[in-house]
Structure formats: structure tokens, C-alpha cells
């Protein structure tokens, strides 16, 4: 099995930083890409950003220039650094990265729980 955890969430005024993370553990053979979406209220769930296995990144016109995302290959994590976070930037941020947890099994998609984002004064 396996899950993924995030972290970083959290209440920040509007201007400030957050930086998100998320682990990857359990059985895990390969890792492919690895991305953010996000959900506000009454909202459908959006990209963020996601990043390729090569490192090759994409980011919704919402958020370029004020987020970036990486990923550390040693440690199964994307981290999603924000910065001048705005009240629209509120909403529950959710990771996922597609993983293969055998040679020969094919790759599936795995979600976070979500961690909540408030941006607020």
C-alpha cells in the first residue's frame, strides 16, 4: 500500500508564505510525476502545479511567479513553496504523484488527504 502525508498547511496573511509538503511511503518501485490541486468552497478541485520525473514543472496562469514546485527523488517528497499568497489562494491543497509499486505493474495515480490553506488578515 501506499499513502501519501501532507504538511504545511495553515492560517497566513495575505502577502505572507507557506510551504507545502508531501511523503510518499509504503511500497514504492518508481515514482513518476508528482503535482498540487486545489478545492475551494464550492469550488471544482484545480491544478496548481506539477512536475515531471525529469523535473520539467507547470503551473496554472493563477499562481505563476508566486509558487514553485520540486520534488526530492531520495525522499518520495514535492514540496509546493507559495509565496504572496493572496485570499484567493484559499482552499484545501491536495498532492498526488503517480506511482508504480512494482517493475511490472503498471502506474496509478495516489492522493493526500488535503491540508487547509487560509489566507487571511
Known amino acids: 500500500q501506499v499513502q501519501l502525508v501532507e504538511s504545511g498547511g495553515g492560517l497566513v496573511q495575505p502577502g505572507g508564505s507557506l510551504r507545502l509538503s508531501c511523503v510518499a511511503s509504503?511500497?514504492?518501485?518508481?515514482?513518476?510525476?508528482m503535482g498540487w490541486y486545489r478545492q475551494a468552497p464550492g469550488k471544482q478541485r484545480e491544478v496548481v502545479a506539477f512536475i515531471t520525473s525529469s523535473g520539467k514543472t507547470n503551473y496554472a496562469d493563477s499562481v505563476k511567479g508566486r509558487f514553485t514546485i520540486s520534488r526530492d527523488n531520495a525522499k518520495n517528497t514535492v514540496y509546493l513553496q507559495m509565496n504572496s499568497l493572496k485570499p484567493e489562494d484559499t482552499a484545501v491543497y491536495y498532492c498526488n504523484q503517480v506511482i508504480a509499486t512494482r517493475r511490472e505493474d503498471p502506474f496509478y495515480v495516489y492522493w493526500g488527504q488535503g491540508t487547509q490553506v487560509t489566507v487571511s488578515s
Open positions: 509504503g511500497s514504492i518501485f518508481s515514482i513518476n510525476a
